[in-house]
């Protein structure tokens, strides 16, 4: 692959990739996750993400009300957890059925291509 | 947390509303102490030096806190956005030329009415500065104009103009206007009034350009060229004024009529060359003996580099409408 050939492929991959974080925290936040375990649980997943990307991106998640935050002092470090509400499972699980459905189209639009 | 750290946050929350500041202070913080904690691992008691070196590796993998702090803000990086950017251009496109027209046209104006022996170089000169500063004066308040409006109004606020549809586009919103046939009358017209430019030449008095002194305020052509070539000279921008109004008329954009308008360019060059290198053209009192032979000499050759020029650029657009 030339260098003009990685250039688009890292920028076609961030694009994908994007869009997969939000899906990818929406799916992980079903149980409460505080920024850093969310960050862990997505790069043991195999999608691995930025800090600083996440962070606001939670914030958004967070402002159209897809996620919910709680901060919990009891703890030693206080932390911000975060958890799907209501609207952010239906979201979730229609992106998971387009997700599904995009994979078999790929897979066939794949599969009809390869000589 | 350590001075370093702070000093980080600082950066990232400084430019952020007031309001989310102390919230996402608290959780950036909460965040590089876990991830240093993370990094140090197990280690009871890491040495100061460790420690640090870690420190300024999470935040050095936070990235500048001036990007961070602009994810954070999720406000437009732009100051006008696509939103607004068909309205940007659409008056700009209608707003400059009149503005650019209407300061030209009134500083020419002025300085004739005001100037009691006025020059065509002295109302040229202020003129295009004057205009030039109005068009940016212009380009200025529009753009300051949209960009505030950018960020107040929403979607639905906005005016439509072409190319903003509120509703889904259907096949009827096709602007189905002639656009090769605006383009052609738009050239046709402009041709026009070159050539009228052109035969008004014989008329125009020394006077008007400064060198009136040089023959007292005759004209730049030679009093004793022969009333041929001068009828000559004005039947051949006759019959290119006639192509012109023809383009114009029927807006055609077939290569009939640009072929006939390239042979009368061709033939008008021949002849203005004929008349260039056999006898004195332009007034004598103009120019020295010596320079005058190599004055017409460099009049043919532009008179060439022009037609050439067109002939190219004219056979270039219509194989581009092909």
Redesign the interface.
């Known amino acids: 692959m030339d260098e003009d050939a990685e250039k688009a492929l890292a920028t076609h991959e961030q694009e994908l990739r994007r869009g997969t974080v939000v899906f990818a925290s929406l799916v992980a936040c079903r149980r409460p996750q ?3 375990s969310l960050l ?1 649980t997505l790069t043991e997943a195999g999608i691995p993400t ?4 996440l ?2 991106l939670l ?2 998640l967070e402002k159209q009300g897809l996620l919910s935050a709680v ?1 919990n002092t009891e703890q030693a ?4 957890y975060y958890t799907v509400t209501d609207s952010g499972a239906e979201v979730a699980a229609a992106l998971h059925t387009h997700w599904l459905d995009l994979d078999s189209s790929i897979t066939k639009l794949w599969k009809d291509g390869t000589p | 947390m350590t001075v370093l750290t702070g000093i980080y946050i600082d950066n990232v929350i400084r430019h952020l509303p007031e309001g989310s500041r102390s919230d996402i202070a608290a959780e950036i913080t909460a965040t590089i102490s876990d991830m240093i904690d993370d990094r140090l691992g197990e280690d009871p008691q890491p040495s100061p030096e460790h420690t640090a070196a870690v420190e300024r590796e999470v935040l050095e993998e936070l990235g500048d806190p001036a990007v961070l702090s602009r994810e954070y803000s999720n406000s437009p990086q732009h100051f006008i956005g696509p939103k607004s950017y068909p309205l940007f251009l659409w008056t700009l496109r209608w707003i400059l030329p009149i503005v650019g027209l209407i300061a030209l046209l009134d500083n020419i104006v002025v300085t004739f009415a005001t100037t009691p022996q006025a020059h065509l170089g002295e109302a040229i000169g202020p003129a295009i500065g004057n205009t030039v500063t109005a068009l940016l004066t212009a380009f200025a308040v529009i753009t300051i104009l949209i960009g505030l409006g950018d960020r107040r109004v929403d979607d639905d606020a906005l005016p439509r103009v072409p190319g903003r549809q509120k509703v889904p586009w259907t096949i009827d919103d096709l602007d189905r206007r002639d656009i090769r046939g605006r383009q052609t009358r738009a050239e046709a017209a402009l041709g026009l009034v070159f050539i009228l430019a052109l035969a008004a030449i014989p008329f125009i008095p020394t006077t008007l350009l400064y060198v009136g002194h040089l023959n007292r305020g005759g004209t730049f052509i030679n009093p004793d060229l022969g009333t041929g070539w001068l009828v000559g000279y004005w039947a051949f921008l006759a019959l290119l004024a006639a192509v012109e109004i023809v383009r114009f008329v029927t807006a055609s954009t077939r290569p009939t009529v640009a072929i006939i308008g390239g042979i009368i360019d061709v033939a008008m060059a021949v002849f203005l060359t004929a008349a260039m290198l056999t006898q004195p053209v332009f007034h004598p009192e103009l120019t020295s003996a010596s320079g005058a032979e190599v004055q017409q000499v460099i009049t043919v050759i532009a008179i060439w580099i022009i037609v050439v020029w067109d002939q190219v650029s004219t056979w270039r657009v219509i194989r581009g409408w092909r």
Do not use: I, L, Q, V
Request: no cysteine; hydrophobic share 10%.
């Open positions: 505080y920024g850093y862990t930025e800090a600083n990307t962070y606001p914030r958004r901060w470090r206080p932390r911000k």
